[in-house]
């Protein structure tokens, strides 16, 4: 599993690429994000929240509350148009960074 440091530095790449295709509730978030790094990154929920809030303050998402199928209410977040603009310089930004650790450690895949 990735250290605290580098998932930190990833976090905001990995929320945005996954509600990309559409809005999603803090848990189901999580497991996306998991499922499709095949486990190398995990967010647990009390560390999600907190990102989720800084996000949304920040314009990139929308958070709304909705009641689930069980009756219990949960905050669905959306990318705005903000945080749609933003995902693309992000994926540069990280794919110069492995780009760069490639030909610094000299391996195959980052």
Not at 41 to 51: D, E, G, N, Q, V
């Amino acid at each position: 599993m990735v250290g605290p440091g580098v998932k930190r530095g990833t976090a905001e790449l990995a929320i945005l690429s996954v509600l990309e295709k559409g809005e999603l509730h803090g848990y189901e978030i999580a497991r996306r994000i998991e499922e499709q790094t095949r486990g190398m990154l995990r967010f647990t929920l009390a560390s999600l929240y907190p990102l989720l809030y800084r996000m949304e303050k920040k314009g990139w998402l929308r958070g709304a509350w909705e009641i689930g199928g069980n009756g219990r209410r949960r905050r669905c977040y959306k990318l705005t148009t903000v945080g749609k603009n933003k995902l693309s310089p992000l994926r540069a930004e990280w794919s110069e960074l492995f780009q760069a650790l490639r030909r610094l450690a000299k391996v195959a895949d980052a």
